[in-house]
């Protein structure tokens, strides 16, 4: 028995037998062609084609978001500039298979160029591309494997077009070597709960066949396990087993401190899902998330409506909505126009709203407008705030067009530094930690290779967090969290040992993360969160916390 680590997704733990995804095909060789240009171009026309059909029976079969993303990729496979590029590429001499490399990267650059979300459907392109030599060389397309018999998946990464199709029945866990927590591998993991440990850098000792046990909350995976592990790996299952059927009660300590647990949500149609998991309310809703691929600004009648329909949908209950974040990995066409050489640390969240104030006033009116129709309590909050000074601003112009309460995001390390002042202009703070980490680390959230630093667990991310959660005690204004962290059930513990008075997460995480609140008191969460923060590393303050029991 031998045992790796990453970083894990969620508490799941599986045991099962490897499956590896197959490896991405070797770039074709840029050699001279020595068959017939025509016989090669309607060689490529037919791949091209035989893809896109593929493509577009996947997405059939996935139907929902995934079908989207699904028939995006066809029509980037018939996409008559590509063919043109590829058949001038063959008429210069390339085979085919070069010339569909070559004209894929090409269109590749030109998406990245575009940066934010095009650039993030770059790698969909590349994902294509391999299809398609694939069926020229007449190989198996790289991909999910196929198996009668579950299984734990071991990949790179996992792309949108083999997530789609995964056959929950048969994946038990899921293993990359590459992604981090907010990967695209992690969010689904997440949001489906399947056990996942993203970023194992031994990945590569995961052969077929080999039996290992995943175990996500301890980010451990144990190759070749004893029986008695196994043993130990099924009564751990049983235990989340009954979390997960555990009747759903309102978020509170042992002791019956209140903390309550609300959903992050991107659209009105997700909220019957999240009433049902138990969300005492809206802890962020995701207004950008409505508007993606809106080229115009949206009219204030087509926001009230959306926002009208989820407000109802939680009536009596507490809905935080957040302004338009747009920029950075969520470009939004009618409110991002410069080119910038770091979007992150750019035009972006409240800074952009504030460049076209006409589009936040209009918001905050459709919201108002919700707010009158509906009973339930809205709350408004602006992302990527930097200082006081800017938080008054927004929480002024919110109440001037008619919002009751009117806080801010805390995600800037600024903001946290200035926790008192901010929490006197404020009603409250909700504190994005997957921003608040990446700024206060340094490192791109969206970044493979600087991964291990998106550790919310981190001390110096805890620190503002305490800061922030004093201030609002010290002004008895609430603070919540609505970024991932809140979603990882001990390092919840932690927060609310922090200060931090709700917690907000995807729906799917609402059972493990009561049932660990239910456990603890607060002196218990106090004391975890002392030993967390004077902890010097991410991975000492989890075991720091860890130990105090
Ligand atoms: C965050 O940054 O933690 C947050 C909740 O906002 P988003 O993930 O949408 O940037
Ligand atoms: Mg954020």
């Known amino acids: 028995m031998s045992q790796i680590q990453g970083i894990g997704v969620g508490r799941g733990i599986a045991t099962g037998p490897v499956l590896t995804m197959p490896e991405p095909l070797a770039e074709p060789a840029s050699i001279p062609r020595t068959t017939d240009a025509d016989v090669e171009k309607s060689a490529v026309a037919e791949a091209l084609e035989a893809v896109a059909v593929e493509l577009d029976d996947r997405g059939a079969r996935a139907g929902g978001d995934a079908q989207h993303v699904l028939e995006a990729q066809a029509m980037m496979a018939r996409d008559p500039g590509l063919v043109d590029d590829v058949n001038q590429r063959i008429d210069d001499g390339s085979t085919g298979e070069r010339a569909v490399f070559e004209a894929f990267e090409a269109f590749r650059e030109m998406l990245i160029g575009l940066g934010g979300y095009m650039a993030e459907r770059a790698s969909d392109l590349s994902d294509v591309s391999q299809r398609v030599v694939a069926h020229l060389r007449g190989v198996a397309a790289p991909g999910v494997p196929d198996s009668d018999t579950p299984f734990i998946l071991v990949a790179r990464d996992l792309a949108p077009a083999d997530t789609a199709l995964l056959d929950l029945e048969k994946v038990l866990a899921l293993v990359t070597s590459e992604g981090g927590p907010t990967s695209h591998t992690a969010i689904l993991a997440r949001s489906r709960s399947i056990p996942a440990i993203v970023g194992v850098v031994d990945a590569d000792q995961l052969t077929a066949g080999t039996v290992v046990i995943v175990d996500a909350g301890a980010g451990t995976i144990t190759i070749e396990p004893s029986s008695s592990d196994i043993e130990s790996a099924e009564l751990r299952t049983a235990e989340l087993k009954k979390i997960a059927s555990a009747p759903i009660t309102p978020g509170a300590l042992a002791d019956g401190h209140e903390v309550p647990l609300m959903a992050n949500l991107g659209r009105p149609s997700e909220a019957a899902d999240a009433l049902a998991l138990g969300a005492e309310g809206v802890g962020l809703f995701r207004t950008e998330f409505l508007f993606l691929d809106s080229t115009s600004a949206p009219t204030v009648r087509q926001q009230r409506e959306a926002y009208t329909a989820l407000l109802t949908a939680f009536a009596g209950k507490k809905v935080v909505v957040r302004a338009l974040d747009a920029g950075s990995d969520k470009p939004l066409a009618f409110l991002n126009d410069s080119e910038e050489e770091n979007p992150a640390l750019g035009l972006r969240g409240l800074r952009a709203l504030r460049a076209k104030e006409d589009i936040l006033r209009e918001q905050l009116t459709a ?148 049932a660990e609140l239910a456990r603890t008191t607060l002196e218990q969460a106090k004391a975890r969160a002392a030993a967390a923060l004077a902890a010097p590393s991410a991975a000492e303050a989890r075991s720091a916390a860890a130990a105090v029991g």
């Not at 005690?473 to 919540?480: D, F, L, M, N, S």
């Not at 059930?489 to 995807?506: E, K, Q, W, Y």
Request: proline share 5%; aromatic share 4%; glycine share 8%.
């Open 367 to 514: 919201l108002a407008e919700a707010q009158a129709a509906t009973t339930a309590d809205l709350w408004v909050m602006a992302p990527m705030v930097a200082d006081p000074a800017e938080a008054e601003y927004f929480v002024t112009l919110a109440k001037e067009l008619g919002i009751k309460v009117a806080g801010v995001m805390a995600e800037v390390p600024s903001l946290a530094l200035m926790a008192r002042e901010v929490a006197g202009v404020s009603d409250f703070v909700s504190i994005g930690t997957n921003d608040l980490t990446q700024y206060t680390l340094a490192a791109d959230r969206l970044l493979g290779s600087v991964a291990h630093y998106q550790d919310p667990w981190h001390p110096a991310v805890l620190r503002l967090i305490a800061m922030l959660g004093e201030a609002g005690r010290e002004a008895g204004k609430p603070v919540g969290v609505c970024g991932e962290a809140a979603a990882d059930p001990d390092l919840a513990v932690v927060l609310v040992g922090l200060g931090v008075t709700s917690l907000s997460m995807t729906p799917a995480a609402l059972a493990d993360v009561r």
